[in-house]
Structures are given as C-alpha cells and as structure tokens.
C-alpha cells in the first residue's frame, strides 16, 4: 500500500507478568501482514511510537487513558467478550467503548461497539515464516499436547481423552514462544478445547500450530462458529469424543487426514488468507492516522515524572530515562552529566521531549544511585528539575545486607546516613536556594515488603523539594567558601564616576 503509516505493535506487560508473552504469536502475525502490503512495523514491550499508529495488545492488562493523548491507538481484543467470556474489567470495556479496536470475532463486538461496521474484525491464517522442517507425524514423541490456562471445563474435557486411553502432555510451568514451539513440533497433534461457555474457537492458538505443521483437534460444540479458514484445517471432534480417539487417532487414515488438512490451511486462497482483510485494516489505520494528527495538541512532550532507569521498570505515561540504548527507554540521558536546561531532545519513540526547571512533579530511581560515578550531580539535576514540593522516591540497597555488593556495578553502598548531604547539609553540593527534606524512609527484606531495620535488604526514601529559609541561607553563606551568590552590585552610574 502507498503511503501507508508506520505500524507499531505494542504488547502490555505488567512487571513480571510472563502470560505477556503469548501475545507475541497474534502480534508477529500483525507484523508479517503488514509488511506484506510494504508496511514499516517495529514491535516492543510496554512501549508506544509517536510516529506511528499503535496496535496494541493486551490492554485488559492495564492502560492509561491518558496515554492516548499523544499516540495514536488501536486495541487489538482477542479476548472473549460477552455472556459467558472473560469476565473483563469495567475499565477495559470503557476503553474500547471510546476508541479504535480491532477484533479477531465479530461475536465479542456487542460488548462493546454500538455499530459493529465501526470494528474491523480479521482472521489468522497460515504463519510462512514459521515453516520448518519437522519429523513426520508418525516419528513425532508426543501423542497429544495441551497448552493454556485449564479450569475444571478444560480439566473435564482433557480427562474424557485421557479415558480413551492416550496421554495428554501439559506444560508444569508457562512457557511461550520458540521454547513452545519446539515441543508444539514434537506433536502428533494439539488439543484445543474452549475455556468460556462461550464456546468460541481459539483461533489465535490454532493458526499458530497449524503453521508450525501440527494437526490441530478441537472440541465442537452447537455453537462454536470457526472462522472459514479453520472449518476444512482443524479436526473437529464428534459429541462421542473418546469413542473418536479409540477408532481413529494414530491410524493411518488419521496421519492422512491430518496432512490433508495442514495442506489446505496453506493454500493461498481466499478462505484461508486474510490479506484482504488486513488491507482494509491498514487503510483504516491510515485513515485514523490522519484524524489524530488533526486533534494532537503541537509542541513537544514536557512530561510531569521521570523513571529513572528503564528496562523491566518501565512506566507508561512517565518520561523513561537510562543512559544504556538496550534498555529501551524513551530517551537515553546522563543525569549524572551536567544538562543545561531547558534541554529538548528527539525522544526514541518518534517524539520530541522537553525538560525546563522545576516542572517534574515526581522523579522515580529503583535500584540506580548505587551505579551513579557522579552522584552529587545527579542530585543536583533532580533538584533542577523538581518544582517546589516535587517528590524524588529511591529504592537502594541497605549497605549491611548481602544486596549492597551482590550486583558487580554497584559503585556504593548507602545506609540511612548517606541523604544528609542533600538535606541538612546542602551548602556542600553548592546549592543555595532549594534543598531536600527527607519525608519518608522505610526498610524493606529481600521481598522488598517492608520490615524491620535487622532484616533489611533495602531501603526506601522519599525526598521532597522545598526552599531554603532565611535562616538556613545564611548558614550556607557562612559555610561556604563564597559568600553564596551575592549580586555584584555595579549600576550604570558606576561607570561614569569611572571617567571623571
């Protein structure tokens, strides 16, 4: 397509949240689409592009409503919706209510649309590049293999197969991606059996390993309703379930059935290839690309809060800092390197971002001034950048725990002492007007819930910026080397006396 807008697929992690990454099968499918038509597209974690539309994943997870105000977004629902689905959040169902989705069943779309022509819907097919060579049905070690969250539906319907006499492999923790893969092609086949009473056919789990050349058998029941491509490439169970896998699975009419059918999910027609579909879903993009320029308010960003430190920590709607590009943040910046302010910069993610004094509300550092060589210098940025009463939140680990030194970069180790400097004894750092008041300090265990100082791994301090007093000012003066930035009190008139 000309003229079509970058695609960004974004995928909402929560911290630690793995279940994250079964995202990646529907997004990577988003990705070869799109580029199929010529697309740009780029894909991260928890990250949003300006200069992109956003496809996003995952956002029953959790969304900023306000993050919306600088991307562009489009909400990727591949949950099921609606009586006897996923019992999803009030929250979620206002954020698609308002905004642009896209979903892979037309039946969820009541949930939510008041028009269902307003909600693109597309359907998965066959993954090219996830073509390999791969044992014959017949060599393959696994007879049957699960994969997903069970209830006692699923634990019902695994239990009847199992009655016909055939073991069915399950995972004993989560595992995605590649690593799944592998076992999902030492299949004879995978099972699928519906998880909501809605009874909607997993799709977005069955054109993965068809395309990975497993056979896919199904629970079917009076109302699950395929898309056309799965109706002739899946193999839909009877009602007499264990009487089907007694008599037919691992014969050889089964191996030829099952070959005929991953056959036909590959063919390129129109039933079993949905590029039209994600046609007119790129154009819609394109056209709700150009909507939102329209209603984006100009200028660059100038955030309210810094995350110091990225990676895993990111937080969405906050300016991510770090200084090393692999961490992916939002701009790659030193605050332990003197920043003349104003400072306005290219973001990462397709934007512009600017910092002027004192307008952060809060600055956030989990785990980082322990790394800092110049650690005054940090502070002294922060101070800069925090308005009065602005809040700078720390977590560092304790110096008599085992977490001070375990970590081969740390370059100090702190204790409740090391905050004096920046509070009661700013004069020190060269500051005169601003200083810190510590308003809150906590110990944490290796669990980092709080506790008592004799079992801590860690601490947690809130400093908030606040003006000198006159008194303390005068104190600075008399500590100083400098009499503290007194004006030099020349005026024109000095000048002239100058000349007589």
């Known amino acids: 397509m000309k003229n079509a807008p970058a695609i960004h697929l974004a995928i909402i992690q929560p911290a630690g949240y793995v279940h994250s990454l079964g995202f990646l099968d529907q997004a990577r499918y988003f990705r070869h689409m799109f580029r199929r038509q010529g697309a740009t597209v780029t894909m991260a974690k928890n990250r949003l592009r300006e200069d992109a539309v956003n496809f996003v994943f995952g956002a029953h997870l959790g969304f900023p409503a306000d993050w919306q105000d600088r991307h562009a977004c489009i909400f990727v629902n591949l949950e099921q919706l609606g009586q006897g689905g996923a019992a999803v959040s009030p929250d979620y169902l206002a954020l698609l209510r308002k905004s ?131 109706r002739d490439s899946v193999l839909w169970l009877p009602e007499q379930v264990e009487e089907w896998f007694r008599l037919h699975f691992k014969t050889p009419a089964f191996y030829d059935e099952a070959r005929k059918r991953l056959a036909t999910f590959r063919g390129g027609d129109a039933v079993h290839d949905p590029m039209e579909q994600f046609a007119d879903l790129l154009a819609f993009a394109t056209g709700f690309q150009q909507g939102f320029a329209r209603l984006r308010a100009p200028g660059p960003w100038r955030p309210r809060a810094i995350n110091l430190g990225s990676g895993k920590d990111y937080k969405p709607t906050w300016l991510n800092i770090d200084i090393l590009d692999r961490a992916e943040p939002d701009l790659v910046l030193d605050l332990g390197q003197p920043v003349t302010l104003p400072y306005e910069a290219p973001t990462q993610m397709g934007g512009t971002v600017r910092l002027e004094p004192g307008t952060l509300e809060l600055i956030y550092a989990n785990n980082v001034l322990e790394h800092v060589p110049d650690l005054p210098m940090l502070m002294t940025n922060a101070l800069a950048l925090l308005q009065v009463g602005g809040a700078f939140s720390i977590e560092v680990p304790y110096e008599k725990a085992l977490t001070a030194w375990q970590d081969p970069t740390h370059l100090r180790a702190l204790n409740e002492n090391s905050w004096l400097y920046y509070t009661d004894w700013f004069w020190y750092l060269g500051w005169f007007e601003h200083r810190f008041e510590l308003t809150k300090s906590q110990w944490l265990d290796a669990n980092v819930q709080p506790c008592a100082k004799d079992n801590a791994a860690f601490m947690r301090v809130t400093l908030r910026k606040i003006a000198t007093t006159p008194r303390e000012r005068t104190t600075a003066r008399t500590m100083r080397a400098d009499f503290g930035g007194l004006a030099d009190d020349q005026f024109a008139g000095d000048e002239a006396y100058a000349l007589i």
């Not at 097919?125 to 293999?145: N, V």
């Not at 590649?178 to 997993?202: G, T």
């Open 100 to 230: 642009a989705v896209v979903d892979y069943d037309a039946a969820n779309v009541a949930a939510y649309a008041q028009d269902p022509a307003d909600v693109p819907i597309v359907s998965f097919g066959y993954a090219s590049y996830l073509d390999q060579p791969a044992l014959p049905l017949e060599e393959r070690p696994i007879d049957l293999l699960f994969f997903g969250s069970t209830n006692p539906r699923r634990q019902q319907f695994i239990a009847r197969v199992e009655a016909a006499g055939f073991n069915v492999a399950m995972f004993d923790g989560p595992v995605y991606g590649p690593e799944r893969d592998d076992f999902i092609r030492q299949a004879k086949a995978v099972l699928n059996c519906h998880y909501y009473e809605s009874n909607r056919f997993e799709q977005a789990r069955a054109f993965h390993c068809l395309s990975l050349g497993t056979p896919v058998i199904s629970e079917y029941t009076p109302t699950t309703d395929p898309a056309p491509a799965f």
